[in-house]
């Protein structure tokens, strides 16, 4: 059974940073394709960016290139996301996702029908 647990959400102000982890255990780390999802109140979830961890192959949402940056540790089963510069809109509930489907049906454009394991989420609050 796949497992997804991310943290290190918490409160900063704007401009600084925080660093968010996922712990995937279940499955092969080294080969997996993982995203990042974020939602705010009221609104739907969105993808943040994503991950296909044999290649190293990344894909970032438009709002957060240049800003947000995916890591991994192949020993620690764990992705990273470091997030700098951070806004108030980044205030969100992050989730961390890991894809067992097979490679013809996935979109690898961050979708959320990509995904079929999710974590339970770290709330991340920036204020102005």
């Known amino acids: 059974q796949v497992h997804v647990a991310e943290s290190g959400g918490g409160s900063v102000q704007a401009g600084g940073s925080l660093k968010l982890s996922c712990v995937v255990s279940?499955?092969?780390?080294?080969?997996?394709?993982m995203g990042w999802f974020r939602q705010a109140p009221g609104k739907e979830r969105e993808g943040v960016a994503s991950?296909?961890?044999?290649?190293?192959?990344?894909y970032y949402a438009e709002a957060v290139k240049g800003r947000f940056t995916m890591s991994q540790d192949n020993a620690k089963n764990t992705l990273y996301l470091q997030m700098n510069s951070l806004k108030p809109e980044d205030t969100a509930m992050y989730y961390c996702?890991?894809?067992?489907?097979?490679?013809?049906?996935?979109?690898?454009?961050?979708?959320?029908?990509?995904?079929?394991?999710w974590g339970q989420g770290t709330q991340v609050i920036v204020s102005s």
């Open positions: 996702a890991a894809s067992t489907r097979s490679w013809g049906s996935l979109s690898w454009r961050l979708q959320r029908a990509d995904f079929n394991y």
């Open positions: 279940g499955y092969t780390f080294s080969r997996v394709y």
């Open positions: 991950i296909y961890t044999a290649a190293g192959t990344t």
